[in-house]
C-alpha cells in the first residue's frame, strides 16, 4: 500500500515519524521489499529515519535491509573465512614453535651432555606449552553462551514472506524494549544479549568478539 500523492508506504510514514514499535510491525508483517521501497524523493524508509535524525529507527531499518542483502549477496568463501578468524594460524605457528623447541632443546641435550635437571627443565617446557595449545583450542571451540536462531534459509524465503515470524507479546516487546529484538536470528532477545557479525549469532552476555581466539567472549566465560 503506497500513498500515490508522495509514494510513501506505512513504513515509510513509521520511519518519518521515528516510531520504532511501528518499523518493527511493519517489517514483521510486510515483505523484503517493503524495505527498498523509495519515495518520490528517492528515499529508502532507513534513509528517512536517518534524514530525520532518528538514529535508532534508521539502523534498524538498515540492519534489516542488510539482512536480505547478505542472504543474496553474500560470498560463502569470504563469510567462512571472516568465522575462521586467527586462532589457526596462530595454532599452527605455536605447534611449529613447539616442534623446533624439541628439535634443538630436547634432542640437542642429549648430544651436548647435559645433567638430568636441566631435561627435566626442558620437558617441562614442552607439557606446559602442550597444556596451553590444548586451553587455547579449547576455548576457540567453546559455546560463548549462543542463543538458538529462529532459523529459515533466507535464500528460499518468498518475497511474500515476512521477514520476521515471531510472537508480539513477547513480555520485553509489550515493555517497550524493541532493542531486543534481533532481525538476523528473528529472535526476542534476553536482556544484556547482543549479536555478534562476526560469528552472526546472538550471544548472552555478550561483551566482544576476540579475534584471537576466533570466538565471542560471553555469559559461558563469565
Known amino acids: ?33 517493503d524495505l527498498m521501497v523509495k519515495d518520490k524523493t528517492g528515499l529508502t524508509p532507513a534513509q528517512l529515519a536517518a534524514d530525520k535524525n532518528h538514529r535508532q529507527v534508521a539502523f534498524f531499518l ?6 536480505h542483502d547478505s542472504g543474496c549477496n553474500r560470498n560463502p568463501t569470504f563469510a567462512k573465512l571472516s568465522k575462521v578468524g586467527l586462532a589457526p594460524l596462530l595454532w599452527c605457528i605455536a605447534v611449529v614453535l613447539l616442534a623446533t623447541y624439541i628439535h634443538s632443546v630436547i634432542a640437542g641435550q642429549y648430544n651436548m651432555g647435559m645433567p638430568p635437571a636441566f631435561g627435566l627443565f626442558a620437558w617441562s617446557g614442552v607439557f606446559v606449552a602442550t597444556a596451553g595449545l590444548v586451553m587455547f583450542y579449547k576455548c576457540s571451540r567453546k559455546d560463548p553462551g549462543y542463543i538458538s536462531a529462529n532459523t529459515r534459509d533466507s535464500h528460499n524465503q518468498r518475497d511474500d514472506e515476512p521477514l ?3 510472537e508480539l507479546d513477547n513480555p520485553a516487546l509489550l515493555t517497550g524494549n524493541w532493542s531486543q529484538l534481533c532481525i538476523t536470528c528473528k529472535i526476542v532477545r534476553p536482556v544484556r544479549s547482543k549479536h555478534c557479525s562476526t560469528c552472526d549469532r546472538c550471544v548472552e552476555q555478550f561483551d566482544h568478539h576476540c579475534p584471537w581466539v576466533s570466538n565471542c567472549v560471553g555469559k559461558s566465560d563469565l
Not at 62 to 67: G, H, K, L, P, S
Open 1 to 33: 500500500m503506497t500513498n500515490a500523492a508522495v509514494g510513501c508506504t506505512p513504513l515509510h510514514w513509521a520511519a518519518i515519524r521515528g516510531n520504532l514499535e511501528a518499523c518493527t510491525v511493519l517489517v514483521q508483517a510486510g515483505k523484503k521489499d
Open 164 to 166: 520476521l515470524k515471531m
Open 62 to 67: 538498515d540492519n534489516a535491509r542488510r539482512v
